[in-house]
């Protein structure tokens, strides 16, 4: 473990955990700030526009120059019921940075307003949009935590109903089954600074809506993981999401789809917004090179 990691880690500790328990969320849930705009940064290097969809906001950054025509659209975490944060931005930022792809931000609904229903209507209308402009280019899903358990069902969702497979997938700690069931999640509690399976499982099931929580567009765990694009998982040790990612990663070989999971043992969830952490660079550089070999295949 890095020192700035531990370090982080460190830091975490000392602020309340609002996933201890599912009344300890809902009063969090009451001071939810709004979605954290786009940093002045990102502004300067891309060119950023922004539309609605269905009522919901769509923003879309393509570097000023050296674009390549690539295409990923990023969804970012928060469990399904909180809004973009700034670490969401570093992460888009240093990918756009790394790639020259054009990234595309949809900012779907939250729960428990909004339903994975709900938001699948609008990533379908999204999903399209970018394919359609992407011509022969290569268009990527991308996402960290919940967002990263979105793109897995958008993947399926494309298969399901013959929609041109994305080129692939990349996630970071990403969030596969809302039940929180899995055996190996308690003996991480006392690692992971950040999360707790009471208040993940509670937003899970606001999510669902009308839904099964083990439905795959909810849980994508729980899919046959057959006849999809390639997956490459960035997973921190200190995560109670570590299991489901392992058990993903291994139900999806069996069945032929390719994944490749990196875990870093001493990690936290989403380490990649940490960008000061060698850990987070590290697999940021390897993401990038992931959205990169595609524009050149």
Known sequence: MSLAMKLTGLLLRGKPNVFVTEERLREALRHNPPDAPVPESLRRFCLVS????????????????????TEVIYLHGGVYVRPLVSAH??????????????FVV?????????????????LDTV???VVQRAGGHPVFLAGDSCGAGLSVGLAIRCRDEGLRAPAGRVLFSPWLDVTMTNPGIPALTQLDPMLAPAGFAAAGRDWAGGRSVTDPLVSPLHDTLENLPPITIYQGGHDILLPDAEKFAAKARAAGTPVDLRVWPTAIHVFVGAGWTPEARQALRDAADRIRSAGRN
């Open 50 to 69: 922004t539309e609605t969809v269905d009522g919901h906001e769509v923003i879309t950054l393509t570097p000023r120059s050296g674009a390549t025509g």
């Open 89 to 102: 931005w570093r992460i888009i930022e240093a990918l756009i940075r790394r790639t020259g792809a054009t």
């Open 106 to 122: 949809p900012l779907y609904g939250l729960a428990p307003r909004y339903t994975a229903d709900d938001a699948y209507r609008f």
């Open 127 to 129: 999903y399209e949009t």
